[in-house]
């Protein structure tokens, strides 16, 4: 199994809070996603990073800020949680199109409940 | 933009048939991948296949296979002789290079069942 841990594995908190979820490789990869999974909508795309500090917004970034300050390491903030971003929440890891192996390893996903 | 079409939100199938998955895809990138991934009620997300676009012969993994029509955007999957284990939630997905940004978009996903 690829090496990513998401951190915490359940999580609930309360509206208007600040939450942080964390993403760890072990691989050395260099592109890392967050996902939301919700009913009815598939795997939706946060941010993603393709390297240290270079980050960019996926089709559902409002609310969310990241940062990627070591290749191992990307964090997702949820800046003042709100209800609809209850769901869960998946962090990934690939090496690029060009690499042998290029599809993508997934974390076990972080459940998020916002009371 | 690349986007990920799975119309099927649910399916079922009789336990040693054939079932057929839907996707289509649209993408501008002249250098992709497309996979199907599992993820069954434990929520692991599992590679079942992947295609490289640049690659005409259709991707085979034991009795996963697909139907990759360039041309169309199109990448069914195909499950022979289906097992009580092959019910979970399938989602296709797509992968190109764009602007070194490899973006990675999935479908809706279809909820598979198997009937004994």
């Known amino acids: 199994d690829a090496g990513i841990t998401q951190s915490p594995r359940h999580k609930v908190t309360e509206t208007g809070t600040p939450v942080t979820l964390r993403c760890h490789q072990t691989?050395?990869?260099?592109?890392m996603y967050w996902y939301r999974q919700d009913p009815g909508h598939g795997l939706r795309l946060i941010h993603y990073?393709?390297?240290?500090?270079?980050?960019d917004k996926g089709e559902v970034s409002d609310g969310y800020s990241v940062s990627r300050s070591k290749t191992e390491d990307f964090l997702l903030t949820l800046e003042s949680a709100t209800s609809s971003q209850t769901s869960v929440y998946f962090c990934?890891?690939?090496?690029?199109?060009?690499?042998?192996?290029?599809?993508?390893?997934f974390g076990q996903g972080t459940r998020l409940t916002v009371v | 933009a690349q986007t990920v079409t799975q119309s099927q939100p649910e399916m079922s199938v009789q336990e040693a048939e054939t079932v057929t998955l839907s996707c289509t895809y649209d993408?501008?990138?002249?250098?992709?991948?497309l996979f199907w991934y599992k993820q069954p009620p434990s929520r692991q997300m599992i590679l079942v296949i992947r295609?490289?676009?640049?690659?005409?012969q259709n991707a085979t993994e034991n009795r996963f296979s697909v139907n990759f029509q360039k041309a169309a955007k199109s990448f069914s999957l195909k499950i022979s002789d289906s097992q009580l284990g092959d019910a979970a939630m399938y989602f296709c997905?797509?992968?190109?290079?764009?602007?070194?940004?490899?973006?990675?978009?999935f479908g809706k996903g279809t909820r598979l069942h198997i009937l004994p």
């Open positions: 997905a797509s992968k190109g290079e764009m602007n070194r940004d490899d973006k990675i978009i």
């Open positions: 990073s393709y390297g240290v500090k270079d980050t």
């Open positions: 691989e050395n990869h260099r592109y």
């Open positions: 295609q490289e676009a640049y690659k005409q």
């Open positions: 993408t501008s990138e002249s250098d992709y991948y």
């Open positions: 990934a890891i690939s090496e690029s199109v060009r690499a042998e192996n290029t599809e993508a390893f």
